[in-house]
């Protein structure tokens, strides 16, 4: 069955300091995988897709098919960065449903 | 350009009562989704349209749920008799073409079940 994991639910770290948000899913086949975010009091939002392999504000992610992950990475967070997070992929055996992770809240402390 | 929008914004209702939610994609965008998001989850789909044909509603609870995009534009979702575990944000997104387009999603409308 396709699934999205994220297995953390919170992830607290001082600015300035690197940041790793998780993701890794379980799909027979070649999916999409995106990253979309959820910033306070806004409407979810695409962050970047793997497809494109863009660095969107300093934020950037490598789908790796071996392990099966695509975690989302900024070598210097800021302040602006806290928000929810959430991985999603694209696929299924109609190449149709998207499914997304349960998220994680990033807390950027000052 | 204009985004996609919902209404109403919130409601609560009694359970065994009916609602319905409207959504209007961002123009030009074929294919329209409609997600539940119950609280601390991800958002989970409910049913996709392409134009106003449904490319998957597997995760519908048909029972109680249904859903139309008339004219291939506006939806509405519906939920009738309504239950307690339908309280929910309920989402809904448009794309240009398929999942594999970024979707751009409303505001959401949140569902209170009393």
């Known amino acids: 069955a396709q699934r999205v994991t994220q297995p953390e639910k919170l992830l607290s770290v001082f600015k300035g300091a690197p940041v790793e948000l998780k993701c890794n899913y379980s799909?027979?086949?070649?999916?999409?995988l995106f990253w979309y975010v959820q910033y306070s009091r806004q409407r979810l939002q695409l962050l970047l897709r793997?497809?494109s392999r863009e660095s969107i504000k300093g934020f950037t992610a490598d789908l790796n098919k071996g392990e099966t992950s695509f975690h989302l990475k900024k070598p210097f967070a800021q302040e602006e960065d806290s928000a929810m997070y959430y991985c999603?992929?694209?696929?299924?055996?109609?190449?149709?449903?998207?499914?997304f992770g349960a998220g994680t809240r990033l807390f950027v402390k000052a | 350009e204009a985004g996609v929008a919902q209404s109403p914004r919130y409601k609560i209702i009694e359970k065994r009562q009916s609602v319905a939610f409207w959504c209007n994609p961002i123009?030009?965008?074929?294919?329209l989704y409609w997600y539940q998001q119950i609280l601390g989850q991800g958002p989970k789909l409910l049913i996709q349209?392409?134009?106003?044909?449904?490319?998957?509603d597997s995760q519908l609870p048909k029972d109680r749920f249904s859903a139309e995009r008339l004219k291939g534009v506006d939806s509405t979702l519906k939920i009738q008799p309504a239950k307690l575990e339908d309280s929910a944000v309920y989402l809904c997104?448009?794309?240009?073409?398929?999942?594999?387009?970024?979707?751009?999603f409303g505001p959401g409308t949140r569902l209170t079940v009393t």
């Open positions: 997104a448009s794309s240009q073409r398929g999942p594999h387009y970024e979707q751009y």
């Open positions: 799909y027979s086949g070649s999916p999409e």
């Open positions: 793997h497809i």
């Open positions: 999603a992929l694209s696929g299924g055996s109609g190449g149709f449903k998207t499914i």
């Open positions: 123009s030009g965008h074929a294919t």
């Open positions: 349209f392409q134009n106003n044909g449904v490319v998957d």
